[in-house]
């Protein structure tokens, strides 16, 4: 079969405005009782919309095309082979790694400048040679570290920055948590476990917060770095597993222990979290799969 490129975006602002709004004018109205001026949205679309055409046009004539919205992605099929062109935000590579198996991703950053730029490194204009080499085998690809969560009824979940697992309203969550050999019931705000992806993001702000800061892997290290947030000391759950490194193979085991509003999310995208039930386990490791990032 022909080789098929598949760009991946998000609307854009201007898009996501007339889809609430409706209209131009609506839009526009909305915008200005917030101090914010339409022509600025307006302008940031159009950069947008010359970078997708710009991509697009830059797909070799024999390769097939696809494009697919962000919230589209749990219903799309990726084909082996595919080259994946992610244009946006960071996060946006974040949400497509997980429907991934082995795809070579390009990411593409549609506003130099103004996106950080840790994944989407790659200018649009750079979109053809980018597909030449995938094409020829000379791409050089960088195979980052995934998360997966593992539920006790067959389910997974994989993330490419961390997994969360806590209550759904962020406040206290009780369970059972085991790791290096030992186990202890508690009650915190939460445990989070990272990738190096996810090392510069959520990790590193809870990290710097801890009395006893943890080295994070990096994002090609085969490792997992996991956190209790805000570990709570009562007479029944205690407070000396709030840490830890996750290498060859070991996993953190946790047992949900609410009646009620347990979750599980991943990459900070709490709309397709995983609720648990009383007594679910959820175990948590390396995911065997790796995002390959062209580098």
């Given at each position: 079969?022909?080789?098929?490129?598949?760009?991946?975006?998000?609307?854009?602002?201007?898009?996501?405005?007339?889809?609430?709004?409706?209209?131009r004018e609506q839009a526009r109205f909305f915008l200005r009782t917030r101090g914010l001026d339409l022509a600025d949205v307006e302008e940031r679309h159009l950069r947008h919309?010359?970078?997708?055409?710009?991509?697009?046009?830059?797909?070799?004539?024999?390769?097939?095309?696809?494009t697919v919205a962000r919230d589209e992605l749990d219903r799309f099929l990726f084909a082996d082979g595919d080259v994946v062109l992610v244009l946006g935000q960071d996060g946006l590579v974040a949400n497509v790694a997980k429907y991934l198996d082995g795809q070579a991703v390009v990411g593409l950053d549609p506003e130099p400048?103004?996106?950080?730029?840790?994944?989407t490194?790659?200018?649009?204009a750079a979109t053809a040679d980018l597909c030449a080499d995938v094409a020829a085998g000379r791409a050089t690809v960088a195979e980052r570290t995934m998360v997966r969560a593992a539920l006790d009824d067959g389910r997974e979940l994989r993330a490419l920055n961390e997994v969360f697992v806590g209550h759904r309203t962020h406040q206290?969550?009780?369970?059972?948590?085991?790791?290096?050999?030992?186990?202890?019931?508690?009650?915190?705000?939460?445990?989070?476990?990272?990738?190096?992806?996810?090392?510069?993001?959520?990790a590193a702000s809870?990290?710097?917060?801890?009395a006893e800061p943890l080295p994070l892997?990096?994002?090609?290290?085969?490792?997992?770095?996991?956190?209790?947030?805000?570990?709570?000391?009562?007479?029944a759950t205690g407070t000396s597993l709030t840490g830890g490194t996750l290498r060859g193979g070991a996993a953190l085991e946790i047992v949900c222990e609410n009646g009620d509003g347990g979750t599980l999310f991943g990459d900070g995208?709490?709309?397709?979290?995983?609720?648990?039930?009383?007594?679910q386990r959820v175990t948590v490791d390396v995911a065997p799969g790796r995002l390959r990032l062209v580098a």
């Open positions: 079969m022909l080789r098929r490129a598949v760009l991946v975006e998000r609307p854009t602002e201007l898009r996501e405005l007339l889809a609430r709004h409706g209209t919309e010359e970078a997708r055409a710009l991509v697009l046009g830059a797909v070799p004539p024999d390769w097939r095309t696809a400048g103004r996106n950080a730029g840790v994944l490194t790659h200018p649009p206290s969550a009780r369970y059972a948590l085991a790791a290096d050999g030992r186990r202890e019931h508690q009650s915190s705000s939460g445990v989070i476990v990272s990738t190096g992806t996810g090392a510069t993001g959520w809870i990290n710097r917060a801890r892997p990096a994002p090609e290290d085969p490792a997992l770095a996991w956190m209790v947030r805000e570990a709570w000391p009562g007479p995208v709490e709309q397709d979290r995983v609720p648990l039930d009383w007594g």
